[in-house]
């Protein structure tokens, strides 16, 4: 059974750090792309930033460009999103998704999803 399970979400003020985490389950996390996603409350989700499978090359939206680091942990079978720099319009629900299709580039449709993890950034 495939399953993605956010964690690492929290209140964090300003110009401070996370680090989510997303630990796939049910199939092998290194064939596949990985994304992740967010939705602010009103506002429609939006991707994040994303990691391909075999090159590891990585995708990131303009808002969080020099800020977030997306990474991945094979032996964990665990994609990473380091949060740097975090402003308050980052407050969302954060989500990792993928597709399980081959190749997705530069990111998954979101096919499968986790049940996500609350930021919050604020003073």
């Known amino acids: 059974q495939v399953q993605l399970v956010e964690s690492g979400g929290g209140l964090v003020q300003p110009g401070g750090s996370l680090r989510l985490s997303c630990a796939a389950s049910g199939f092998t996390l290194d064939y596949y792309t990985i994304g992740w996603y967010r939705q602010a409350p009103g506002k429609e989700r939006e991707v994040v930033s994303c990691?391909?499978?075999?090159?590891?090359?990585?995708y990131y939206e303009d808002p969080v460009k020099g800020r977030f680091t997306i990474s991945r942990d094979n032996a964990k079978n665990t994609v990473y999103l380091q949060m740097n720099a975090m402003k308050p319009e980052d407050t969302a629900v954060y989500y990792c998704a993928t597709d399980l299709l081959v190749g997705s580039s530069p990111c998954p449709d979101i096919v499968y999803w986790g049940k996500g993890t609350q930021v919050t950034v604020s003073s």
């Open positions: 990691i391909a499978s075999s090159s590891g090359s990585t």
